[in-house]
């Protein structure tokens, strides 16, 4: 979906209420799923931890020996590589988001168009990943042998309001993190809170760093994650940033923090500007 | 299996004898590995005997949880994922296992102990991710998984 030249991304609720927009969706994610080159997911899910492990998690520092938030920035972009791929197979699709803080999710936890074990006689294509990967891992230099579908052992939805209850407590809970007006503050409550507690709930492969990107539903976990930076960019500024950030490249996506800062000129929005 | 709970020693604090009254009071856990599995690890002050059959209920010194998203253990030989071992000067890309900080906020729990007692322990219960052993590397241990520096307890007061 357009609206003034730029591609809408939706809540992956109202995919599913639309049967074309769904199976659009799982179509480009089987196509991009069944290459083995450097068009294809498994080349994309390698980025972010076996076999490249290039995902900044938590803050580093620059050789100035400043404060670096990669988190945020080097997800969008990372968002943007897969999206670029499923939009070379159909133009139409996009990345949803996924939004866990609904009452929807609080009942039935992860949706259904992704936890659906076989469309028909076929594995559905957004539950689960033949992780098949053989090499030698960047950062540890040791190497790596896995031939196996992704898993997962999400806990009960109601898990989902009781930790809702615990972040807010600890001012962690969305709209606690729209009025802080600091990027840092924002960015590692958003990664140490809501990101992190998903991660683990789901379990299985998106519970350890090195397999969870090959996981198709951490795309739609990551995509609300940078919706609500964007609601928040909204509330305090596009370049709202530490101005050391903006030159810092993103490995291995050949842009700078500076480049993937406003969503418009990346020819993108969110449906809906809810701050929920 | 379940994984081993951390019981730190007594944290000394009186909060009767602060010069002024906090309003807001954090407990800082600082260079908490995330090297192994991913947990929520459950916070209890003052409740030593806390594990994991103990209800999230704030009677029992409950004070709230953290998230740990981990790597899943070391790949290589002894010693492999040490952090502060000498990098190359030709990789600028950052140890991704450096330690992290992490805080709860603590502060009516403080000041309701706080009026009995100038002594807090912490009790940290892990509760490992569902299911994602299997993701870990196989030797990686799944039983001692809060691993960290030390433990603070930070309050503020209004000036």
Redesign the interface.
């Known amino acids: 979906m357009y609206k003034d030249s730029v591609y809408l991304r939706e809540n992956i609720r109202n995919i599913e209420n639309n049967i074309t927009q769904i199976r659009r969706l799982r179509k480009a994610f089987q196509e991009i799923m069944d290459r083995v080159d450097n068009q294809g997911y498994a080349h994309v899910a390698n980025h972010h ?1 076996y076999l490249d ?6 803050p ?2 620059d ?1 100035e020996g400043n404060i670096i938030h990669k988190f945020l920035p080097w997800h969008r972009a990372y968002l943007l590589k897969l999206e670029r791929l499923l939009q070379e197979r159909d133009p139409t699709v996009s990345v949803p988001w996924w939004d866990w803080r609904s009452e929807t999710s609080k009942k039935i936890g992860i949706p259904k168009s992704f936890s659906q074990d076989k469309i028909g006689k076929k594995v559905n294509p957004l539950s689960k990943f033949n992780i098949n990967i053989k090499g030698k ?1 960047r ?4 190497d ?1 042998s896995i031939n196996r579908y992704t ?5 009960k939805p109601h898990e989902i309001i ?2 809702q209850k ?1 972040l807010s ?3 962690q809970d969305i709209p606690q993190l729209y009025s802080l007006s600091d990027f840092r503050q924002f960015s590692e409550r958003l990664r ?2 809501w ?3 998903i ?14 990107a090959y996981d198709p539903i951490f795309f739609i976990h990551h995509c609300n994650v940078d919706r609500i930076w964007a609601v928040w960019q909204t509330l305090h500024g596009v370049d709202s940033i530490p101005s050391h950030m903006k030159s810092v490249v993103l ?1 291995p996506f050949g842009m700078t923090v500076k480049d993937i800062l406003d969503i418009n000129s990346l020819n993108y929005d969110y449906a809906s500007v809810s701050t929920t | 299996m379940q994984p081993e709970k951390y019981v730190s020693n007594k944290i000394k604090l009186d909060i009767t004898k602060l010069e002024n009254e906090f309003y807001r009071a954090d407990l800082i856990i600082h260079g908490l590995d ?1 090297s192994g ?4 690890g459950r916070v209890f002050i003052n409740n030593p005997q806390a594990g994991h059959d103990t209800p ?1 209920d704030s009677a029992q010194g409950y004070t ?9 253990g ?3 030989d002894e010693g ?2 040490e952090v502060n071992r000498p990098s190359s000067r030709f990789n ?3 140890n ?1 296992l ?1 330690p ?1 900080k ?1 805080s ?2 603590v502060t009516e729990k403080l000041k309701e102990l706080g009026k009995t007692t100038d002594e807090f322990t912490i009790t940290i219960v892990p509760k490992l ?4 052993e ?3 590397q196989k030797d990686a241990d799944l039983k001692n998984v809060v691993l960290l520096h030390k433990i603070t307890i930070e309050t503020y007061d209004k000036d």
């Open positions: 931890g492990n290039l995902c900044p998690h938590g580093t520092l050789p891992d950062a540890s230099k040791v790596i898993t997962r052992n999400p806990g009781h930790t615990a407590l600890n001012e140490i809170g990101h992190n507690f991660h683990v709930w789901i379990g299985g492969d998106m519970g350890v760093v090195n397999t969870a490995e | 995330h599995p991913s947990y929520e999230d709230g949880s953290f998230f740990v998203f981990g790597h899943g070391c790949l290589g492999h994922c600028l890309i950052p991704p450096v992290e992490v709860l906020i991710s569902r299911g994602s299997r993701a870990c």
